[in-house]
């Protein structure tokens, strides 16, 4: 869509075309992605089971609607259906919520990684809740003052309209500014580092270093989170005090992070890890835009009203978009490996996980992912539809790359590769990068 | 009679997906014993505690240790005491596999 309307990019972000393109990438595919791996990862790091999956199954049909129709109302600007497909959203959310619940109640201890996806849990509810507010807040109600209503229709009614009053006392830019932070940061930042906590030495054959660090670096982002919710919200003078709060967390999750990658026992990082790590450190540059955005005494010019697209564009396709695109590289094999493999081992030579891709296009993927990033943002920066819409190439060639990829991967779920035990064995070790 | 040298190369087939080296060679395999009814006793361990592979893992066991010839039963004990580090790897497989 970027690439078909490269001047979207280059325009002030808050209109409706950019804002049913973002929640399609942010609901309809980051959101998407992290509900399937929360499934897959917290019975794992509790060392439990899931409490059901038939409700997971519920949530995945029910998500893959409300988020289709939420795209086109908003692309259409009819908040009332936005409203109405987001309260479906809001259902499957709170399917989630409860399903994930229950499983991590069963947790035998509590740790960073729990604590993390528990808080990630929580703000994922608040940010639902909070869209829904904008959504009553930007409609109309035609029945308001008719006496022949239902009652519980007129007490809907009433609690709607207390909200758009309640929400009217707010600047509407400050209040879109406020969701987006609330789920950026505390849904999908917070998600990530938790995770970060559990695979990142998992995959790496190492520890966490300090967990002391580790629970004040999730600590701080928690904090950080309601703290930049509430001074956005407010327009607060307080706000550059909150984006230090972010930052302190980031700069603690980044230190941590650091830590671990240090004392590895793997010595290899493969591309999906690179990706990743790469990813998480494009958050100081973040958190330090969003810092210096906050500072008090800012005109909203055109060059400033760029940045702060340039800090959401960041964020979304750097920070978030790219660490899932590494994350899968590690998660969509294994998903096929179990499927695929899981009733030959011991009686057949089965694949490693790094041998059902290639190397070489995930290499390019990762680097044309930069490259578009880099120009999508020199074009935000510049206000210049022509970059933008190279940029927007790059990212699409990038996914391509990726796409082929996880078409590989898929092969072995159609034709599993089975060796008898007694063949050697051709490629065992992971190859360098 | 079960060879005991069959019941290694068996189990060297199985291979964690993750690493890609073999069970034997990652060091998971912490003891075999052969009891008088020819059932073989395994304990092993994984790499990392809720390691999402140790279903697989075991039926992995079980299966190559069944298809030894004389085995009439397999019991695979999973540990987590004393917890797997990468230095119980072989060395030279830690070597051709990038790990300390």
């Known amino acids: 869509?970027?690439?078909?309307?490269?001047?979207?990019?280059?325009?002030?972000?808050?209109?409706?075309?950019?804002?049913a393109i973002t929640h399609l990438l942010v609901l309809g595919f980051l959101l998407s992605v992290i509900s399937g791996a929360l499934y897959q990862l917290v019975p794992v790091v509790l060392e439990t089971r899931l409490h059901s999956e038939r409700l997971a199954r519920l949530h995945y049909g029910v998500h893959l609607i409300s988020v289709a129709g939420m795209v086109v109302m908003f692309w259409r600007?009819?908040?009332?259906?936005?409203?109405?497909?987001?309260?479906?959203?809001?259902?499957?959310?709170?399917?989630?919520?409860?399903?994930?619940?229950?499983?991590?109640?069963?947790?035998?201890?509590?740790n960073p990684v729990s604590f993390g996806v528990t808080s990630a849990i929580v703000w994922l509810v608040a940010v639902i809740g909070a869209g829904l507010a904008l959504a009553a807040a930007k409609s109309t109600y035609e029945l308001?003052?008719?006496?022949?209503?239902?009652?519980?229709?007129?007490?809907?009614?009433?609690?709607?309209e207390a909200v758009q009053t309640f929400l009217a006392r707010f600047e509407p830019l400050a209040v879109m500014h406020a969701h987006a932070h609330l789920g950026l940061l505390g849904v999908f930042v917070l998600l990530t580092c938790a995770v970060a906590f559990r695979l990142v030495p998992m995959f790496l054959l190492g520890e966490i270093q300090s967990p002391r660090r580790a629970w004040a670096a999730l600590g701080c982002l928690n904090a950080g989170t309601l703290a930049v919710f509430l001074t956005v919200?407010?327009?607060?003078?307080?706000?550059?005090?909150?984006?230090l709060l972010v930052l302190a967390g980031v700069t603690l999750y980044l230190g941590e992070l650091r830590a671990i990658v240090r004392a590895r026992r793997r010595l290899n990082l493969d591309w999906g890890i690179r990706m990743f790590l790469f990813s998480q450190a494009l958050l100081l540059p973040t958190a330090a835009l969003g810092l210096a955005l906050s500072l008090p005494g800012q005109p909203l010019t055109e060059f400033i009203g760029r940045l702060e697209t340039a800090y959401g564009f960041l964020a979304i396709l750097g920070v978030v978009g790219l660490a899932i695109l590494g994350m899968l590289y590690k998660i969509i094999p294994f998903l096929v490996w179990f499927a695929s493999y899981n009733h030959a081992i011991g009686r057949f030579r089965t694949p490693a996980l790094h041998d059902m891709y290639s190397h070489g296009l995930q290499a390019w993927g990762a680097g044309l992912w930069v490259a578009g990033l880099v120009t999508s943002l020199a074009a935000i920066l510049l206000g210049s539809p022509a970059p933008a819409r190279l940029g927007a190439f790059l990212l699409l060639l990038s996914l391509a790359s990726f796409a082929l990829n996880v078409a590989r991967i898929l092969r072995h779920f159609f034709r599993p590769r089975l060796q008898p035990l007694n063949a050697p064995q051709l490629t065992s070790t992971p190859r360098t990068p | 009679m079960i060879q005991e040298s069959?019941?290694?190369?068996?189990?060297s087939g199985v291979i964690d997906p993750e690493i890609g080296l073999n069970l034997v060679d990652l060091g998971l395999i912490y003891s075999l014993q052969v009891s008088a009814e020819d059932t073989v006793q395994i304990v092993m361990t994984v790499t990392t505690p809720g390691c999402p592979m140790v279903h697989s893992l075991t039926f992995g066991v079980e299966t190559a240790v069944l298809a030894v010839p004389g085995v009439r039963g397999v019991e695979v004990e999973v540990v987590l005491d004393p917890p797997w580090s990468p230095s119980m790897i072989r060395p030279e497989a830690r070597t051709s596999a990038g790990i300390l």
């Open chain 1, 77 to 110: 600007w009819d908040m009332k259906q936005v409203g109405h497909f987001g309260s479906g959203l809001a259902f499957g959310v709170g399917l989630l919520a409860w399903n994930l619940g229950r499983t991590l109640v069963q947790a035998r201890r509590w």
């Open chain 1, 1 to 19: 869509m970027l690439a078909l309307r490269p001047g979207l990019l280059a325009a002030y972000h808050y209109n409706q075309e950019i804002i």
């Open chain 2, 6 to 11: 069959a019941l290694w190369d068996a189990l």
């Open chain 1, 233 to 243: 919200l407010t327009q607060s003078p307080l706000k550059p005090a909150a984006g």
């Open chain 1, 144 to 160: 308001t003052g008719r006496t022949d209503v239902q009652p519980m229709l007129a007490v809907t009614l009433a609690g709607l």
